[in-house]
């Protein structure tokens, strides 16, 4: 399997559950991102990991808690959200500023999800 | 403040025609990476092309070119003889210092037949 992989694809949850995003990549990368995206808004970045050291967090309530393990895989820990957290998160990953300053992010295919 | 500008909303151009989508970015490091990203419906953000600030020549990629223009700060992405596939979101992204990359708002490209 090549690429970015996340899941699950959809996910619907009630305010008051946990669940988690994950995220999987095999492109020999090391550096590891989440990004909200939410209609007619740019692109949020949330976390950065790099080596799996989490290296930018955006201000990001702490209703959502980022895990990465090791360099190919990346969590995401959901607990108590709210209505406004529903929107497409996107995985990704590239390799780290200083040894690849070309390389793009290269995304996984998202998880919509849907808080009730 | 915003790094990077997108002012079309929506595009729409004839299939096998030639479209511009505009993209300008707002940085004082000399160093700095753009690129482009196509998001169809299905939600997959896909890479199209890179160019660098140090790269003299404009980047191409199959039908896929990248009219860099250093000095207004400007990016534009040009699609040749457009295809229905090509239907989708495109948002322009720029990556300087450290890891981050930043993104314009996007802009809706709709090939009519």
């Known amino acids: 399997e090549t690429g970015v992989t996340q899941t699950p694809r959809h996910l619907v949850m009630g305010m008051t559950n946990k669940k988690s995003l994950k995220c999987e990549q095999h492109l020999g990368h090391n550096a590891m991102y989440w990004y909200k995206q939410s209609a007619k808004k740019p692109l949020e970045l949330m976390f950065v990991y790099s080596l799996e050291e989490r290296v930018e967090n955006n201000s990001v309530p702490s209703r959502f808690s980022p895990e990465c393990p090791n360099s190919s895989h990346l969590f995401l820990h959901l607990h108590t959200l709210q209505p406004e957290d529903s929107a497409l998160y996107l995985c990704?990953?590239?390799?780290?500023?200083?040894?690849?300053?070309?390389?793009?992010?290269?995304f996984g295919n998202g998880t919509r999800l849907t808080v009730t | 403040a915003q790094k990077i500008t997108q002012t079309q909303p929506g595009m729409f151009v004839q299939e096998k025609e030639a479209v511009t989508l505009d993209c300008t970015y707002d940085?004082?490091?000399?160093?700095?990476?753009l690129f482009w990203y196509k998001q169809p419906s299905s939600g997959e953000m896909i890479f199209l092309i890179y160019?660098?600030?140090?790269?003299?020549q404009n980047a191409t990629e199959g039908r896929y070119s990248l009219n860099f223009q250093k000095a207004r700060k400007s990016a534009n992405l040009v699609i040749s003889a457009s295809q229905l596939g090509d239907s989708a979101m495109y948002f322009c992204a720029m990556r300087y210092t450290g890891n981050q990359f930043y993104f314009g708002t996007g802009t809706s490209l709709t090939v009519i037949p």
């Open positions: 160019q660098g600030s140090y790269d003299q």
């Open positions: 940085t004082s490091d000399p160093s700095y990476g």
């Open positions: 990704a990953s590239s390799l780290r500023a200083g040894t690849g300053a070309k390389s793009p992010l290269h």
